[in-house]
């Protein structure tokens, strides 16, 4: 506590003492102690943070505009595959108290009162100087601050993930305070954070790539592979699997849908329901798609969960228990080809639930994209719109993975040129879309483009994409794969041991 005061207040000059006046509007403060963690689970360090009771400023008075972007993770898997297929070089690096880097806006005018233990004689508050912790502008303030300086450095955010900075030969992920940065040589790196510490910024490299947000990234030759043992380790203890006598199983989900389960039996309570899920979630969204579509199933239940439910979240743990050295792996081919697999379940809970509530008949979506052959993005969610036939769910199901395609492939072109690869190289990037679904095919092919008497109720929402796949500069083209190899299956429904592993072989190559 002592050494975090001192950093504030000496090193970084973070506020100022000033008498109290009646009209100043001062905000309490606390503590806040965490323990921080390797990727692998092991304490890394404890730490002790200062921070501002945020949930107490008035808007209009101690703060104005909060929103501040982090980095999509579909993003930092693209960036994982240039960079491992053209050999660049990586480096993390850690932003000791970033947010306090930050300066207040002229506007803005924040009083706190003294620490607990460490008050100064007199009546005085802090008038803070930085965007200390705590603040709901605080992430903004330093979002702001570090993309200017890294601007001034030459790398400019892309226009699709503010997040992602690009430069000539070089290309940065900022998740808050945590950089990831890959370059063609070390003295690229060296020089950047050289020139921001010059600025002012106590900034340090942290070695190689080689684990980020709880992440352990393993290279190995021309493939790099995403594990998550720890985070596994601690999902597998929260639903009480840690006996020796819990036995894995060979699929996250049964074959039958996870439905509402009404007039189920209550929750045992054995476990944090809300907690496990929320550890899955991060998991699967991450580095394990093959448990995307179990995840999804039990995280609709997580305000009412049901003794089926539970059961359903270990059968997860189950399976993660016989799979917990597993991750990611993802081997990046020549062919600069970004594959789409949308696929969709058909009223998949009729049946199961009370047929009298609208939300059984709702179908379900699921794709997932690749960039180079490895995976990059996925999705299991439930359609918003009643579908009304098979066709319409699968037509749906690929206007919706269009939606995440079409951005994806722009943020590849943007990244093909930071790392090397030539003007020519992102002119020959294309995509393809597997559709398993002869209907939904037809209709998206449809020329001259019009809607049909069926498919006009819902013409405006989920036809815009035909004109995309309709003109070659997209480079996109629709076409039929055998429902065996449709990879989709994997995030719409529970499939038998045999078809679940051959999917996930295709995957996630193992």
Same mark, same amino acid.
């Given at each position: 506590?002592?050494?975090?005061?001192?950093?504030?207040?000496?090193?970084?000059?973070?506020?100022?003492?000033?008498?109290?006046?009646?009209?100043?509007?001062?905000?309490?403060?606390?503590?806040?102690?965490?323990?921080?963690?390797?990727?692998?689970?092991?304490?890394?360090?404890?730490?002790?943070?200062?921070?501002?009771?945020?949930?107490?400023?008035?808007?209009?008075?101690?703060?104005? =505009?909060?929103?501040?972007?982090?980095?999509?993770?579909?993003?930092?898997?693209?960036?994982?595959?240039?960079?491992?297929?053209?050999?660049?070089?990586?480096?993390?690096?850690?932003?000791?108290?970033?947010?306090?880097?930050?300066?207040?806006?002229?506007?803005?005018?924040?009083?706190?009162?003294?620490?607990?233990?460490?008050?100064?004689?007199?009546?005085?508050?802090?008038?803070?100087?930085?965007?200390?912790?705590?603040?709901?502008?605080?992430?903004?303030?330093?979002?702001?601050?570090?993309?200017?300086?890294? =601007?001034?450095?030459?790398?400019?955010?892309?226009?699709?993930?503010?997040?992602?900075?690009?430069?000539?030969?070089?290309?940065?992920?900022?998740?808050?305070?945590?950089?990831?940065?890959?370059?063609?040589?070390?003295?690229?790196?060296?020089?950047?954070?050289?020139?921001?510490?010059?600025?002012?910024?106590?900034?340090?490299?942290?070695?190689?790539?080689?684990?980020?947000?709880?992440?352990?990234?393993?290279?190995?030759?021309?493939?790099?592979?995403?594990?998550?043992?720890?985070?596994?380790?601690?999902?597998?203890?929260?639903?009480?699997?840690?006996?020796?006598?819990?036995?894995?199983?060979?699929?996250?989900?049964?074959?039958?849908?996870?439905?509402?389960?009404?007039?189920?039996?209550?929750?045992?309570?054995?476990?944090?329901?809300?907690?496990?899920?929320?550890?899955?979630?991060?998991?699967?969204?991450?580095?394990?798609?093959?448990?995307?579509?179990?995840?999804?199933?039990?995280?609709?239940?997580?305000?009412?969960?049901?003794?089926?439910?539970?059961?359903?979240?270990?059968?997860?743990?189950?399976?993660?228990?016989?799979?917990?050295?597993?991750?990611?792996?993802?081997?990046?081919?020549?062919?600069?080809?970004? #594959?789409?697999?949308?696929?969709?379940?058909?009223?998949?809970?009729?049946?199961?639930?009370?047929?009298?509530?609208?939300?059984?008949?709702?179908?379900?979506?699921?794709?997932?994209?690749?960039?180079?052959?490895?995976?990059?993005?996925?999705?299991?969610?439930?359609?918003?719109?009643?579908?009304?036939?098979?066709?319409?769910? =699968?037509?749906?199901?690929?206007?919706?993975?269009?939606?995440?395609?079409?951005?994806?492939?722009?943020?590849?072109?943007?990244?093909?040129?930071?790392?090397?690869?030539?003007?020519?190289?992102?002119?020959?990037?294309?995509?393809?879309?597997?559709? #398993?679904?002869?209907?939904?095919?037809?209709?998206?092919?449809?020329?001259?483009?019009?809607?049909?008497?069926?498919?006009?109720?819902?013409?405006?929402?989920?036809?815009?994409?035909?004109?995309?796949?309709?003109?070659?500069?997209?480079?996109?083209?629709?076409?039929?794969? #055998?429902?065996?190899?449709?990879?989709? #299956?994997?995030?719409?429904?529970?499939?038998?041991?045999?078809?679940?592993?051959?999917?996930?072989?295709?995957?996630?190559?193992?």
């Amino acid at each position: 506590m002592e050494s975090e005061l001192t950093t504030l207040e000496s090193d970084l000059q973070a506020w100022e003492l000033v008498p109290r006046e009646p009209w100043m509007h001062v905000l309490p403060c606390t503590w806040a102690f965490r323990l921080k963690r390797f990727p692998n689970g092991l304490a890394k360090k404890f730490k002790a943070r200062f921070c501002i009771r945020g949930d107490r400023q008035i808007e209009g008075v101690d703060f104005f =505009e909060t929103w501040a972007p982090v980095v999509q993770w579909t993003t930092v898997r693209s960036m994982l595959v240039l960079a491992t297929r053209m050999n660049m070089v990586s480096a993390q690096a850690d932003i000791t108290a970033a947010f306090v880097h930050a300066p207040l806006g002229p506007e803005e005018h924040i009083y706190v009162r003294q620490p607990a233990g460490f008050h100064r004689d007199g009546d005085l508050v802090l008038k803070l100087k930085k965007s200390v912790y705590g603040l709901r502008q605080s992430p903004r303030n330093f979002f702001q601050y570090l993309s200017s300086h890294l =601007e001034k450095q030459g790398l400019i955010p892309s226009q699709l993930d503010p997040c992602l900075f690009v430069g000539k030969s070089m290309v940065v992920v900022v998740y808050v305070d945590d950089l990831l940065i890959y370059a063609k040589t070390d003295r690229e790196i060296d020089t950047l954070i050289s020139n921001l510490q010059a600025a002012g910024i106590c900034i340090r490299r942290e070695g190689t790539a080689e684990g980020f947000l709880g992440v352990d990234i393993v290279r190995s030759g021309s493939s790099i592979t995403l594990l998550q043992v720890g985070l596994t380790k601690r999902i597998i203890k929260s639903v009480g699997l840690c006996s020796s006598l819990s036995t894995p199983i060979g699929t996250p989900a049964e074959t039958t849908p996870l439905p509402k389960d009404v007039d189920g039996s209550p929750a045992s309570g054995s476990f944090n329901y809300a907690a496990a899920v929320g550890m899955l979630l991060y998991l699967s969204g991450h580095l394990r798609p093959d448990i995307a579509f179990a995840v999804h199933q039990c995280a609709r239940y997580t305000f009412h969960p049901t003794r089926r439910h539970e059961l359903a979240l270990i059968r997860i743990g189950r399976y993660l228990k016989g799979t917990m050295d597993k991750g990611l792996t993802m081997t990046p081919s020549s062919d600069p080809c970004v #594959d789409c697999y949308p696929d969709a379940d058909f009223a998949g809970l009729y049946g199961h639930e009370d047929s009298q509530d609208p939300h059984c008949a709702r179908s379900r979506t699921g794709y997932v994209i690749l960039a180079f052959g490895c995976p990059v993005l996925w999705r299991s969610r439930l359609q918003t719109e009643i579908a009304l036939s098979t066709m319409e769910a =699968e037509h749906v199901a690929l206007s919706t993975a269009c939606k995440d395609l079409f951005p994806l492939v722009a943020v590849i072109r943007e990244l093909s040129a930071a790392v090397g690869l030539d003007a020519s190289f992102a002119s020959r990037i294309h995509c393809k879309v597997h559709e #398993d679904n002869v209907g939904a095919l037809t209709l998206a092919r449809l020329e001259p483009r019009r809607m049909t008497p069926r498919s006009k109720h819902y013409a405006i929402k989920y036809h815009w994409f035909r004109e995309k796949v309709a003109d070659p500069s997209h480079r996109v083209t629709l076409v039929k794969i #055998d429902t065996r190899n449709q990879l989709g #299956d994997l995030f719409t429904k529970g499939l038998p041991l045999v078809s679940f592993v051959h999917l996930r072989r295709l995957l996630m190559g193992w």
